[in-house]
């Protein structure tokens, strides 16, 4: 099965940026739509953003529009979700999905997750 690995959390101040990377593994990353999410304690985990099969379609939650942009790189088998203007509320673990219908629809058992990693925004 694919596996999906993502990297680039860590702390950050209010304002500044970090750049997430999910790498995959297994073969035909290029068929697979591919999405983050993230959760914070107490939270539901929540959508933030979307890509197509190609960097041609992307979608991006209202909350996090403007300030993070997704894109991929199929010949690196990698999605990355740039952060910039970070905000206390981004804080969240964060996880790379992708959906093997290539819809974006995330939903089991067409989709994999990957184990998650930390962002925390704090002064």
């Known amino acids: 099965q694919v596996q999906l690995v993502e990297s680039g959390g860590g702390s950050v101040q209010p304002g500044g940026s970090l750049r997430l990377s999910c790498a995959a593994s297994?073969?035909?990353?290029?068929?697979?739509?591919m999405g983050w999410f993230r959760q914070a304690p107490g939270n539901e985990r929540e959508f933030v953003a979307a890509?197509?099969?190609?960097?041609?379609?992307?979608f991006v939650a209202a909350s996090v529009r403007g300030r993070f942009t997704i894109s991929r790189d199929n010949a690196k088998n990698t999605m990355y979700l740039q952060m910039t203007s970070l905000k206390p509320e981004d804080t969240a673990v964060y996880y790379c999905a992708g959906d093997r219908t290539g819809r974006a629809t995330f939903l089991a058992p067409n989709v994999y997750w990957g184990q998650g990693t930390q962002v925390t925004v704090s002064s």
């Open positions: 297994g073969g035909g990353f290029s068929r697979y739509a």
């Open positions: 890509i197509g099969r190609d960097d041609t379609s992307t």
